[in-house]
């Protein structure tokens, strides 16, 4: 599905520039020359992917997005993005950390699964290295921030079920910081929040400048 999707982005994108150069209520009141493409889960793969495609996109922002698989039993790579091409814009990757239940696995099973996490950093070290733009990327230092936080699900479902939400409404305050500060340092140059985020971090998460 993920050529599908990028090719629906390649055309959202088209459509937002036809529209802002001939429909009279857009016309020119949309910034077409600064164009940010942002994902989570699936959606952050596609939108790397979308990135490599799309020569107009200068900002790219992928949330908890694998850009690799990784067979975990016989180790081969299932690559979701060229792994051999920079995205065209700056690149934001906040990759979480995957953690087996307590228990689950055996010794044997653990090694395999080390082994198998440490693959697919080594890959997405390796596709964020190689980026010719500026590349930041998110660093676990104990974050209890998982792959839903992106979402408002579990918000949601605590309002729903009568639990306390606050804790997963932090965490959605805590991605829209995330989110604000990477998009208005390169589309807006305005890198205030961002130099925040280098210096201080948030959630349990700091983040860095590759290059």
């Not at 998982?146 to 918000?155: E, W």
Request: hydrophobic share 40%; net charge neutral.
């Amino acid at each position: 599905m993920v050529p599908v999707w990028v090719a629906d982005t390649q055309f959202a994108t088209r459509e937002i520039k036809k529209l802002n150069s001939t429909d009279k209520s857009f016309r020119q009141l949309l910034d077409v020359s600064r164009v940010g493409l942002f994902g989570h889960s699936m959606g952050g793969r596609v939108s790397v992917r979308a990135c490599q495609v799309i020569t107009g996109a200068q900002a790219c922002l992928n949330q908890d997005g694998g850009l690799f698989g990784v067979d975990f039993r016989t180790g081969e790579t299932v690559k979701f993005v060229a792994e051999q091409t920079p995205v065209h814009g700056a690149m934001l990757n906040i990759d979480l950390p995957i953690h087996a239940p307590p228990g689950q696995l055996d010794t044997e099973g653990q090694k395999m699964f080390e082994v198998w996490q440490a693959r697919k950093s080594r890959l997405v070290q390796d596709f964020l290295a190689q980026n010719t733009k500026t590349t930041y990327a998110a660093v676990d230092k104990g974050t209890k921030l998982t792959h839903g936080s992106f979402m408002d699900v579990r918000f949601l479902n605590a309002q729903t079920e009568g639990s306390d939400p606050q804790r997963h409404l932090e965490e959605l305050h805590a991605i829209n910081e995330i989110n604000v500060a990477f998009f208005d340092a390169v589309l807006k140059s305005n890198s205030d929040k961002l130099q925040k985020l280098l210096a201080n971090g948030i959630s349990g998460l700091s983040f860095e400048r590759l290059h």
